[in-house]
């Protein structure tokens, strides 16, 4: 699926619950949202929120953000006092397992619905109106494909692991263990977790590589670990290792158009945190019902072949151009 397809679906559906929105009574106009988010200073997570709020602004609504810098006892707080307010929905995106299973048990304490976006809360008996994220399996396994067809199909891999337990460390994992299966060839001779972060990153890969001086290839479950592999092999002037990652960041972009890097899924972020508020429009008109339980996007694949063809905005809005 293209990136043009991709975003038209997803536009389309947008601008259709704010159709429904703008026609509505006055008292949806004066509606309130309300968004908690795990940070704001993940690129993905600030590119949801913009989404978030330019929705909000082209359908008049309020909306009201709370960042928990990553911290379950934060979130958790900011939540309780979000539901205070009694917002039209909850846009959800959990730090964590703890912080996710109290906040949809507070929501639906509160009767207010929950909107999950990116990490899935896995909160046993609690509800949410839907999940809205990359489809990560398939993210990670069609990245890993082309990463295995670049190495020839056979050699060194080394995996970098986000945080472990989150919904999409679990699903990434999946996804390249599927491709493996295809790929005899392919050594995986180490794996570490990284949380996500380049520094960690690059610590690691400083390791692998000296424990194993033939390494081809790294797959980083993000962006960011995917740079932080890419810069310590620099630094140890292996410029032929591989390094892929999946976000789609503006910086993994242009270190694909320099070389440092090979590839990345580019995730829509922006579009997400639209879908989310048009999806709690819906639930303000009745139209709750109607919402699918999960909703996973497609990513675009960017190598050195295709990246010429994109902009940082096409995946992380507007304001990813002026970064």
């Known amino acids: 699926m293209t990136l043009k397809t991709i975003l038209k679906s997803t536009v389309c559906g947008v601008l259709g619950a704010a159709t429904l929105a703008l026609g509505a009574a006055s008292a949806q106009a004066e509606g309130l949202l309300a968004a908690s988010v795990a940070d704001q200073k993940s690129l993905f997570y600030i590119a949801a929120v913009d989404g978030m709020r330019a929705a909000a602004q082209e359908a008049g609504l ?4 709370a960042s928990a810098n990553n911290n379950a006892r934060e979130q958790i707080s900011q939540v309780q006092n979000l539901l205070i307010q009694q917002p039209a929905a909850l846009l959800f995106i959990s730090q ?22 990116d990490q899935r809360p896995e909160t046993g008996d609690g509800d949410i109106v839907t999940f809205i994220a990359t489809d990560s399996v398939k993210a990670a396994r069609d990245l890993c494909t082309w990463l295995f067809d670049q190495m020839g199909g056979e050699g060194e891999l080394a995996i970098l692991k986000g945080v472990l337990g989150s919904t999409a460390e679990i699903q990434r994992t999946q996804g390249c ?11 995986v001779v180490a794996i570490q977790t990284a949380n996500w972060d380049e520094n960690e990153a690059f610590r690691a890969t400083q390791n692998i590589l000296t424990a194993n001086p033939n390494l081809e290839a790294v797959f980083g479950e993000s962006d960011a ?4 592999a890419a810069k ?9 290792l591989l390094s892929v990652g999946i976000d789609g960041f503006p ?12 590839g990345t899924m580019a995730q829509i972020p922006y579009q997400m945190g639209k879908m989310a508020v048009a999806d ?11 919402i699918p339980a999960l909703q996973y996007q497609d990513a675009v694949l960017i190598t050195s072949g295709n990246v010429g063809q994109y902009k940082p905005s096409d995946f992380y809005g507007p304001a990813a151009d002026k970064m």
Not at 225 to 228: F, H, P
Not at 280 to 290: V, Y
């Open 62 to 65: 309020d909306i009201n953000v």
């Open 96 to 117: 964590d397992s703890t912080a996710a299973a109290a906040g949809v048990k507070a929501a639906n304490k509160d009767k207010v619905p929950v909107i999950a976006v």
């Open 177 to 187: 263990n599927e491709a493996l299966e295809n790929y005899p060839g392919i050594e």
């Open 225 to 228: 670990m995917a740079l932080g």
């Open 232 to 240: 310590a092999a620099r630094q140890a002037g292996r410029d032929d």
């Open 251 to 262: 910086t993994m972009l242009a270190a694909i158009r320099e070389g440092l890097v090979q």
């Open 280 to 290: 709690a429009m819906k639930i303000m008109n009745g139209e709750g019902g109607s």
